[in-house]
Each structure stands twice: as C-alpha cells, then as structure tokens.
C-alpha cells in the first residue's frame, strides 16, 4: 500500500441493492395471503424484483434532476410542458405495465384490490414521487366510468400501457389522469372555489360540455393526459374532466405558471394552472361535484397510508442492512442492546401500518358486495389516513438514526424519503380534515360505528388489556355527539385499536408488545422504550426475512 493511502476501507454495509422486495418482506406476503389477494403472487414477485434493483437505481437520477417546466417553444408558442429525466419514465412505464395504476380495473377478481395496493407498497418504497400520478390514474376510474362518453378513458388505464406523447388520447394505447381541486382562496375549503365553468350550448344538460376560466394553487402531475377538476358551474360546484388535447389535436386553453419548489417529492411535478377557456367534459350532476370526486377519495387515502407504510418499510430496510454490517464498540450494532431495542420497535410499527392497510385495501375490495365492508372502508381509510402518515417522519428520523451521520448524506435514499414523509399527511387532506371527516361519519352513519365494533369485536379474548382498551374506547364511541376539539385524541385511540385489532387477529409476534407498549402505557414517546422482557431478537429477525 502507498505510504499516502492513509486507511483502507472496512467496517462499511455492503450495497444495499439488488434486493427482491418482495421474497425479502414476510410480513407483506403473511398480509397479502390474509387479506385475499394471494392470487396475484406471482406478479408481486416479479415486481419485487425490479423494484429492488433496477427501479431503486433509476430513481436516484428520476428523484434530483427535477421536472423542468417549457411554457413556450424557441419560437415563441406556448406549449406548456414539463421535461421529466428518462428515469422517471422508464420507473413509469414499469409500474404501469405492471399494473400499479391499472390492475383493479383489468382484473376485477375479488382480492385484486389488496393485490394493487401490495404493488402500490413496492413501488412506492423506490420511488415515491411516481406514486402521484399512478394513484391518481388508478383512482379517477371510478370517477370516468359515471360518464359512458368517458368510458374509453377509464379502458385505456385499465389497458396498462405508458405513453409519454402529449397527444390526443385517441392516439394513445393507455393513459395517465391527475386531478386539481385546491384553490388560493380556498384550501381544503373547495366549495369556495371560484373557478367557473359554462355550458357551451344551452343549460350543458343534454352536451355535458364547458368553456373553464379559474385557476388551481396545487396542481400534481400536470402532464397528465387528462385532469379531473371542479369547477363553479349554475348548479354549483361541479366536476369535469379536462383533457391535456382536444380531439382534433390541439392543445387545451390552460396555462401552466410555475412548477411548485418543494421540500420533496422532487421527481414529480406539481404546478399551478389557469384555465383560459379550456374544454371540459361534466361528469355527474351540477352541484354533485364534491360527491362525485369522493369516489376517488378513498382510494387515493388508502395509497397515502401504503405510501407511508412503505416508506417506513424501506427506511426500516435500510436500518436493518446497516446495523448488521456495521461494528461499534466490539460488537455488531444490531447486537447492542438499545439498538436492538430500537429496530424492534421500528419492526413493530412498521408491521402495525402495513397489517392496518392492507386490511383497508380488502375493504375497499369488498365495498361494492359487502355493506358492513363499506362502512368500514368508508371511515377506516380517514382513520388510518392521518394515523399512519402522521407516524411516518419521525419512523424515518429514527431510522437515520441508526446510521448516524451516513443517514444524512444524498447517496443514501433516507434523507430523500425523510423529505418525502411529511406528504401523505398533508395530501388529499391534512389532519385536522381527517379527524373531522371521522367524526361526520361516525354521526352521521351509524354504520360506521357498528362496523369499526365489529372490527373490534373480532379480536376480543385474546389480550385483557386490549380488552380493557376496546370497551373504553366503546363507551366514547357511544356519545350522542363528539367534540371536534377533542377528535384528533379520538381518531388516534382508533388507529391503535384498530392496529392492535388486526395483529392480534393475525396471531403476529408483534401483537403483545404493540398492545403492552402502546395500549397498555408501557412506552415512552419516543421509539425504541419496549418494556424489559420483549424478545428483540424475534421482532427483528421476522422484519429482517
């Protein structure tokens, strides 16, 4: 060695990719095989695969050479694209080939949805900032398929093909959709929106087509082939579909401003749009806006609380593969007795978060033939919305923890989801709005009690002090009304309940220490202060696979 070469390198992980996410994750497969959807295993496991290896390593590039916004050509035309790095396609074109976007509308088999949302989760543990038009895409067919004019739409994303043209939908063999509500004025108050839409000819009844003139503060993934957008119309707050190119090949009458600079979510695009009499297809009635793009609502929640979970599987990965590699004060840091603490804890709740979804995603699934199902769906997505996405920055945060100072730095994916993690609790809804969205359920759907009960109910005599938890929390949910002041402590019982509920039911490791520590009172605030007498070793060996 040369007398200038002054240490060797050693006492470092190993590269963390390739891994196959799918064969190295036992608890998304035990998830997947109890919530129905082990029919599609074989397509999970392929997409595992390229996930863990050639995705992981396209999404670097994707994730810091950003959208680039082109509002006019050298010639001065306005053309108003968005330049994205080829990564990000080529990370498209995968998952929509693979069924990310498409799979619950090409292959309506009961258990289909749980088998979507467990690609969702593998997608978006790589890339993340894709995951905001595939959800849109995925949920918006709902939405098109109120409209028969529409319905080539919703079976071009069913067709689960990626073309990235800015063409006419007719010329294209599959298509991507986003949706734009949020106005300056009004926030997640969308009813007071300002934008207007006018029928074209006569009263719009009969032609469903309107002239758009407004704007959207935050508009995500505008080169989207088509957008889903409400709008001010003589019956009121309406919903309209509003392709990126009329029929005839021209471009629509909208304008893209700026592309927003946020502090994530860095491969994706997020704008602000005004429409300057652009075309719109009206899908349901005037005024029926609001309920007709709830329909996506759900969905779209149900992704955020996938999101949020993958990333705390990804991050807890990589926490995982670093302090098994890596030595400290003589021993392996995973053997370190707090560290240990700490991964099992991580373990724990990252289990918690995906068992929780993946249960909603087999409601979401059974919605249209079960009416209890429904019900569940209906308020458990608004549960585990702002539960588990509230959870997710400071799981991250933990998680560099555990590689100290190499957690910080750009070449590891943590800092990249810690920017990342605070966006599902704010997206489709911040928390607040989640909260009061539980309480109008819960009084003005008695279903919606009797559901979250039954729930509950499922996982009794197995655990006394989730028993003793369950019949508290009943007596709360019997009020004659609920205090909105008081909600957020509210939803955040359920949420614990119902992840208590779903890893006792599943028999899981995790399940007594998870009942112990958080609905038993023997934890900390932090993570990492299981009680004494908790076997690490089996928490962290079960996440590790």
């Given at each position: 060695?040369?007398?200038?070469?002054?240490?060797?390198?050693?006492?470092?992980?190993?590269?963390?990719?390739?891994?196959?996410?799918?064969?190295?994750?036992?608890?998304?497969?035990?998830?997947?095989?109890?919530?129905?959807?082990?029919?599609?295993?074989?397509?999970?496991?392929?997409?595992?695969?390229?996930?863990?290896?050639?995705?992981?390593?396209?999404?670097?590039d994707a994730h810091r050479d950003r959208p680039r916004l082109r509002t006019h050509d050298r010639f001065g035309h306005r053309i108003d694209v968005v330049e994205f790095h080829p990564n990000y396609h080529r990370i498209m074109q995968a998952a929509i080939e693979h069924g990310v976007a498409g799979?619950?509308?090409?292959?309506?088999?009961?258990?289909?949805?749980?088998?979507?949302?467990?690609?969702?989760?593998?997608?978006?543990?790589?890339?993340?900032?894709?995951?905001?038009?595939?959800?849109?895409?995925?949920?918006?067919?709902?939405?098109?398929?109120?409209?028969?004019?529409?319905?080539?739409?919703?079976?071009?994303?069913?067709?689960?093909?990626?073309?990235?043209?800015?063409?006419?939908?007719?010329?294209?063999?599959?298509?991507?959709?986003?949706?734009?509500?949020?106005?300056?004025?009004?926030?997640?108050?969308?009813?007071?929106?300002?934008?207007?839409?006018?029928?074209?000819?006569?009263?719009?009844?009969?032609?469903?087509?309107?002239?758009?003139?407004?704007?959207?503060?935050?508009?995500?993934?505008?080169?989207?082939?088509?957008?889903?957008?409400?709008?001010?119309?003589?019956?009121?707050?309406?919903?309209?579909?509003?392709?990126?190119?009329?029929?005839?090949?021209?471009?629509?009458?909208?304008?893209?401003?700026?592309?927003?600079?946020?502090?994530?979510?860095?491969?994706?695009?997020?704008?602000?749009?005004?429409?300057?009499?652009?075309?719109?297809?009206?899908?349901?009635?005037?005024?029926?806006?609001?309920?007709?793009?709830?329909?996506?609502?759900?969905?779209?929640?149900?992704?955020?609380?996938?999101?949020?979970?993958?990333?705390?599987?990804?991050?807890?990965?990589?926490?995982?593969?670093?302090?098994?590699?890596?030595?400290?004060?003589?021993?392996?840091?995973?053997?370190?007795?707090?560290?240990?603490?700490?991964?099992?804890?991580?373990?724990?709740?990252?289990?918690?978060?995906?068992?929780?979804?993946?249960?909603?995603?087999?409601?979401?699934?059974?919605?249209?033939?079960?009416?209890?199902?429904?019900?569940?769906?209906?308020?458990?997505?608004?549960?585990?919305?702002?539960?588990?996405?509230?959870?997710?920055?400071?799981?991250?945060?933990?998680?560099?923890?555990?590689?100290?100072?190499?957690?910080?730095?750009?070449?590891?994916?943590?800092?990249?989801?810690?920017?990342?993690?605070?966006?599902?609790?704010?997206?489709?809804?911040?928390?607040?709005?989640?909260?009061?969205?539980?309480?109008?359920?819960?009084?003005?759907?008695?279903?919606?009690?009797?559901?979250?009960?039954?729930?509950?109910?499922?996982?009794?005599?197995?655990?006394?002090?989730?028993?003793?938890?369950?019949?508290?929390?009943?007596?709360?949910?019997?009020?004659?009304?609920?205090?909105?002041?008081?909600?957020?402590?509210?939803?955040?019982?359920?949420?614990?309940?119902?992840?208590?509920?779903?890893?006792?039911?599943?028999?899981?490791?995790?399940?007594?220490?998870?009942?112990?520590?958080?609905?038993?009172?023997?934890?900390?605030?932090?993570?990492?202060?299981?009680?004494?007498?908790?076997?690490?070793?089996?928490?962290?060996?079960?996440?590790?696979?």
């Amino acid at each position: 060695m040369s007398r200038f070469q002054t240490h060797s390198v050693d006492n470092q992980p190993p590269e963390f990719a390739p891994r196959d996410l799918w064969a190295s994750d036992p608890l998304l497969r035990e998830a997947v095989e109890r919530e129905g959807g082990h029919a599609w295993h074989a397509r999970l496991g392929e997409y595992g695969a390229l996930a863990g290896d050639e995705l992981y390593r396209l999404s670097f590039d994707a994730h810091r050479d950003r959208p680039r916004l082109r509002t006019h050509d050298r010639f001065g035309h306005r053309i108003d694209v968005v330049e994205f790095h080829p990564n990000y396609h080529r990370i498209m074109q995968a998952a929509i080939e693979h069924g990310v976007a498409g799979l619950s509308w090409a292959d309506p088999r009961p258990g289909v949805h749980v088998a979507r949302a467990a690609l969702s989760y593998l997608h978006h543990q790589v890339e993340p900032g894709s995951s905001c038009p595939l959800t849109m895409t995925h949920a918006a067919v709902p939405v098109l398929r109120h409209a028969p004019a529409l319905h080539e739409w919703a079976d071009k994303v069913a067709g689960s093909h990626y073309d990235s043209r800015d063409v006419p939908m007719a010329q294209k063999s599959g298509v991507t959709l986003g949706m734009g509500m949020t106005e300056k004025q009004g926030g997640s108050d969308v009813r007071a929106n300002t934008t207007s839409a006018e029928p074209l000819s006569g009263d719009g009844t009969a032609s469903h087509e309107y002239s758009l003139v407004g704007h959207k503060w935050f508009f995500s993934a505008p080169m989207c082939d088509a957008l889903l957008v409400l709008a001010q119309a003589r019956g009121g707050l309406s919903c309209f579909l509003l392709p990126r190119r009329l029929p005839d090949g021209t471009r629509n009458a909208f304008q893209l401003m700026r592309l927003k600079d946020k502090l994530g979510d860095w491969s994706n695009a997020s704008s602000e749009i005004e429409f300057t009499g652009a075309w719109a297809h009206r899908i349901g009635d005037e005024g029926r806006g609001i309920a007709t793009i709830l329909e996506m609502v759900m969905l779209t929640r149900l992704d955020c609380m996938l999101g949020s979970a993958a990333e705390m599987r990804m991050a807890l990965a990589q926490a995982l593969h670093h302090t098994m590699h890596r030595r400290a004060f003589g021993k392996r840091l995973v053997e370190q007795p707090l560290m240990r603490n700490v991964l099992a804890d991580l373990a724990i709740e990252s289990e918690a978060a995906l068992a929780l979804s993946m249960r909603v995603a087999r409601a979401v699934d059974a919605a249209p033939r079960d009416a209890q199902e429904a019900a569940f769906a209906r308020v458990a997505t608004a549960i585990g919305k702002y539960w588990i996405c509230k959870r997710a920055p400071a799981f991250v945060n933990e998680a560099q923890e555990c590689l100290g100072g190499a957690g910080y730095v750009e070449e590891s994916i943590l800092p990249r989801l810690y920017r990342q993690a605070p966006l599902n609790s704010i997206w489709e809804g911040s928390g607040n709005i989640q909260c009061l969205d539980v309480l109008r359920a819960l009084a003005r759907k008695p279903e919606t009690v009797a559901a979250l009960q039954q729930e509950l109910a499922r996982a009794k005599g197995i655990d006394p002090t989730f028993d003793r938890y369950v019949a508290q929390l009943a007596t709360e949910l019997s009020q004659d009304a609920f205090d909105p002041a008081g909600s957020r402590w509210l939803v955040e019982q359920l949420a614990l309940a119902l992840q208590a509920a779903v890893l006792l039911s599943a028999r899981s490791p995790a399940a007594t220490p998870f009942v112990r520590g958080r609905l038993g009172g023997e934890h900390g605030l932090a993570l990492g202060t299981l009680p004494a007498g908790e076997d690490f070793d089996a928490l962290i060996e079960r996440a590790v696979g």
